[in-house]
């Protein structure tokens, strides 16, 4: 009906009325904690680019997991960085590397956290690419052995979800096959479906060591004027076996996000990425926004979208703010 009997307004009047006609909700359940971890004992490094986060030898690193899962948070993800790089990517997939030892600590000290390894190779690699390079080209196919090896190393570790990054075409079939052909057919796959090639990944560059030392990752990540080509990234990782599908960045492709939603309807994450965790820092800090209110806003806007779930710089920060951000 039209004005004055309709008055939309009525139902915004009071605290306790907007959050009984709330639409979406965002809970500390819905977040995924990204975590560094490299090699020695006792290590806390600040990553400049990124306040309040760090690159935490494994003993520190089992002490953030345990923060996490004290805040409710459900799962941490892990990104490493290894002592030795090679162009190979060999730490990658060693039974004792960074990740597969953190993972291993993780699982035996924390009993109510899941822990999801990101799997790509650009830490690992002495040229800053996500795979095997032949000249100054990426060998997708080559890359594709690498890509199972590493994810049945991660599963062996205690790895309760793998997440392939490196946007390889075939890459989830391959790990799928790995798997399932290894003992680990119960071991889920987060497949990075859509991910851009993105200015977001500014300050994560710093954080994981892992700037290309020639070129970019264009030819590989996807173009970010593309949003239909993102639903053939998808449909193709679904068919090859992923579980779960992730956005990423999150903010600057909410209408990817929903797109795939409500296209696939799987269980779908988005990354909210260093460089929107980042600019968010330096506003506040210049006292340019509201910090808590900028997150929430954020956040709700990505699941909003379509997020089940969002993987965030920001989570220790909402886990806190929940209650008295709304």
Not at 79 to 86: L, M, N, S, T, V
Not at 120 to 147: P, Q
Not at 159 to 182: K, T
Request: glycine residues 8%.
């Amino acid at each position: 009906m039209a004005f004055p009997q309709t008055r939309l307004r009525r139902l915004r009047a009071t605290p306790a009325l907007r959050a009984l006609v709330r639409e979406t909700s965002l809970e500390v359940g819905d977040l995924v904690l990204p975590l560094f971890v490299r090699p020695g004992k006792g290590e806390k490094r600040p990553i400049q680019s990124m306040p309040g986060h760090f690159q935490y030898s494994v003993d520190e690193l089992v002490k953030a997991a345990r923060a996490a899962a004290s805040a409710g948070i459900p799962a941490v993800m892990l990104f490493g960085i290894p002592e030795r790089k090679d162009a190979m990517a060999s730490g990658a997939y060693a039974a004792n590397g960074i990740v597969q030892r953190a993972t291993r600590a993780i699982k035996d000290a924390i009993t109510n956290i899941l822990v999801l390894t990101d799997l790509c190779f650009c830490e690992y690699t002495s040229h800053g690419h996500c795979g095997v390079v032949r000249g100054h080209k990426i060998d997708n196919d080559a890359t594709l052995a690498l890509a199972a090896k590493t994810a049945v190393s991660q599963a062996r570790a205690g790895a309760d979800i793998v997440a392939p990054s490196g946007m390889m075409d075939g890459q989830v079939g391959a790990i799928r096959r790995a798997l399932d052909g290894s003992g680990f057919k119960d071991t889920p796959i987060l497949a990075y479906a859509a991910k851009y090639a993105s200015a977001f990944y500014g300050p994560f560059r710093e954080a994981a060591e892992s700037p290309p030392q020639f070129g970019d990752r264009s030819t590989y990540q996807m173009d970010p004027a593309n949003a239909r080509e993102a639903l053939r990234e998808v449909a193709l990782d679904i068919e090859e076996g992923a579980d779960m599908v992730m956005i990423k960045p999150a903010l600057p492709y909410l209408d990817v996000l929903s797109a795939v939603k409500a296209r696939f309807g799987l269980p779908t994450a988005a990354y909210s990425v260093s460089g929107e965790f980042s600019m968010i820092k330096a506003a506040a800090a210049k006292g340019w926004l509201d910090e808590r209110k900028a997150v929430y806003e954020a956040h709700i806007a990505i699941k909003r979208a379509g997020a089940d779930f969002i993987i965030t710089y920001y989570a220790l920060e909402l886990a806190r703010w929940l209650g008295n951000v709304r």
